[in-house]
């Protein structure tokens, strides 16, 4: 599809209003251009939301939550259903802007857009499962039962690398629980955010309830703090960098309102001596240049025993010379570009940092001279010490680091301040225990690889979705280096 073919299918225009309150607003003359990351050139505009328009949106979302709380969770689910296959109905030309506006391949655009419908059928089923305990009563003649009630308007901030799926995370699960949503999307990523809420508006018109699913497109400084501190809004799920979920946690918490976080990670693979090479290779491939290392589960780090750690880097610098790199709406690109020129600056500072401190470039580390911000999939062998691996960089670059013990693994793996998932490769069964106790892997979980070969969380640790910043063990000087430009994950 062509960019006029996919606006045209999601009912997008050169110039698109950026605020929604059961209908699109007037939303001024402040435009914010949309920018294709493969090529540089600007896709469309959206006029960004003023804070007077942003108060219409509250308005809009706290009246019509009054009215959804009251509808049968099962009639709510009903219109979940309908915007499920709605979704379905857009899965094509909605995948292809996902990739025309945020980078990644066409394949991971539409599995974007399936993990919505996924999500969908999901909080219908949801919608019929919303029951409580019945508690037994030491008095006579009395009841005691557990009855759970909508909670209110929820604000919801979504990160640019998954810009539409994260955003049905939440808001179908608010809304088959009773809760309307108002959704401040990236600045980086404002279109999808339009066409996702085109389609809202679609499903939900002439029901009454056109503002279940309310939209504000703006800056984190107009917009966004202007959410977080927002009392009518009991809730705040927040995607992007420790660095902001530090920002939103605090704010939401000064007026005891609650949080859902989703922010960085540092993810690792440890790879034994009798592990499946192959499989690990695999895994390792697409969990490490997927999406051009832009996710929060990116793979970061291989931790490999010695005994195998030149083999497994070996496999993957023979991989990596496959993976071409170029248009993402191209079938047969593996890798498109980073997001914005921010991005490609810190990669390229994060691997003149990894060869100071005596990292050897496998293959990669280059800037492509080419339009669009484009960059050579990265490996690079490092020392355990190296200071560089305690940074989460948003970028395609994978270290190799060798120990000789699964113990020493352990604690190369916990020693970085981020968590959020890791996984260990073994055909040994006796690790299981090494990882299960107290002692061992990220938060105690275990781990397992799914059919694409990327690295699951079985179960989960407590407490690592509220993480220091990633840059707390980087000198100073690097950490300036490093530092990404305002919005790169936190707008």
């Known amino acids: 599809m062509t960019r006029d073919q996919i606006l045209a299918a999601l009912g997008l225009a050169d110039r698109n209003p950026g605020a929604f309150a059961g209908e699109w607003l007037n939303t001024g003359d402040t435009e914010v251009t949309s920018i294709n990351p493969a090529t540089g050139d600007p896709i469309a505009t959206v006029t960004q939301a003023t804070r007077d328009d942003y108060e219409r949106v509250v308005t809009s979302s706290v009246k019509t939550f009054m009215e959804w709380r009251m509808v049968p969770a099962p009639n709510r689910g009903e219109y979940i259903r309908r915007f499920g296959n709605a979704l379905r109905e857009h899965k094509e030309p909605l995948g292809a802007l996902v990739a025309l506006e945020m980078g990644k391949i066409r394949a991971e655009g539409e599995g974007e857009v399936q993990e919505m419908i996924d999500v969908a059928d999901f909080a219908v089923g949801l919608s019929r499962q919303l029951y409580g305990l019945t508690i037994a009563s030491e008095r006579p003649r009395h009841r005691m039962y557990e009855q759970w009630h909508p909670l209110g308007p929820i604000g919801i901030i979504t990160s640019f690398n998954f810009p539409v799926a994260v955003w049905s995370w939440n808001a179908f699960i608010a809304a088959v629980c009773g809760d309307t949503n108002l959704w401040k999307p990236s600045s980086q990523t404002p279109l999808t955010a339009v066409a996702v809420t085109n389609i809202a508006s679609e499903v939900m018109a002439g029901s009454g309830f056109e503002g279940v699913f309310n939209l504000a497109v703006g800056s984190g400084r107009e917009i966004g703090d202007t959410l977080i501190n927002d009392r009518r809004l009991p809730l705040i799920s927040a995607t992007g960098s420790c660095g902001m979920g530090e920002k939103v946690g605090t704010a939401v918490a000064k007026r005891l309102g609650r949080s859902l976080l989703e922010l960085g990670g540092n993810n690792a693979m440890v790879v034994m001596e009798d592990a499946d090479l192959d499989l690990a290779t695999r895994a390792a491939l697409f969990a490490a240049v997927g999406t051009a290392g832009q996710r929060c589960t990116s793979l970061r780090r291989v931790i490999a025993q010695r005994g195998v750690a030149d083999q497994i880097a070996k496999r993957l610098v023979e991989s990596y010379a496959h993976v071409r790199v170029g248009d993402p709406l191209d079938p047969s690109t593996l890798m498109g570009p980073l997001i914005n020129k921010g991005a490609v600056d810190t990669f390229a500072a994060a691997v003149s940092i990894a060869q100071e401190q005596g990292g050897e470039v496998l293959t990669g580390g280059g800037v492509l001279d080419r339009p669009g911000y484009f960059v050579e999939p990265t490996i690079i062998k490092i020392p355990k010490d190296a200071e560089i691996l305690g940074v989460e960089t948003f970028a395609p670059i994978l270290y190799v680091v060798e120990v000789d013990s699964i113990g020493e693994a352990i604690e190369v793996n916990n020693g970085v301040t981020q968590g959020l998932s890791s996984?260990?490769?073994?055909?040994?069964?006796?690790?299981?225990?090494?990882?299960?106790?107290?002692?061992?892997?990220?938060?105690?979980?275990?781990?397992?690889?799914?059919?694409?070969?990327?690295?699951?969380?079985?179960?989960?640790?407590?407490?690592l979705r509220h993480r220091q910043r990633e840059h707390r063990h980087v000198g100073r000087r690097d950490r300036r280096r490093l530092r990404r430009r305002e919005g790169d994950r936190r707008r």
Request: with cysteine.
């Open 423 to 463: 996984a260990i490769f073994t055909e040994s069964r006796g690790w299981g225990g090494a990882v299960r106790c107290h002692t061992g892997g990220a938060g105690g979980r275990i781990h397992r690889v799914d059919a694409l070969g990327r690295a699951l969380p079985v179960t989960r640790g407590v407490g």
